[in-house]
């Protein structure tokens, strides 16, 4: 079993920034996938950005230019800078990992919300 936790998240003006954390349970954090994912009141799901194990890491459209994922290993957490925020990042962010390196979401973590005022 694999626990994650976020945290990071709260309210704040349009064109500020935050730093959400997820911190992973598990002794292999290093090979785990980790995913940044958001809902948006009343929409999907949607994938945010990933990063791979090996140091690769991908970004949605919506969000490239704003949006860095990293992680450090040595500390099993993966992190999601976020800057110049829009309204429209409102959302509950949510971490995931994929113990199976390229496969499936296996878990995932309970969220922390971003509100974004303008």
């Known amino acids: 079993q694999v626990q994650l936790v976020e945290s990071g998240g709260g309210l704040v003006q349009a064109g500020g920034s935050l730093r959400l954390s997820c911190v992973a349970s598990?002794?292999?954090?290093?090979?785990?996938?980790m995913g940044w994912f958001r809902q948006a009141p009343g929409k999907e799901r949607e994938l945010a950005a990933i990063s791979w194990s090996g140091g690769s890491t991908y970004y949605a459209d919506s969000v490239k230019g704003r949006f860095t994922i990293s992680r450090d290993n040595a500390k099993n957490t993966v992190y999601l800078q976020i800057d110049s925020l829009k309204p429209e990042d409102t959302a509950v962010y949510s971490c995931?990992?994929?113990?199976?390196?390229?496969?499936?979401?296996?878990?995932w973590g309970q969220g922390t919300q971003v509100t974004v005022s303008s």
């Open positions: 598990g002794r292999t954090f290093s090979r785990y996938t």
């Open positions: 995931a990992a994929s113990t199976t390196g390229p496969g499936p979401y296996d878990y």
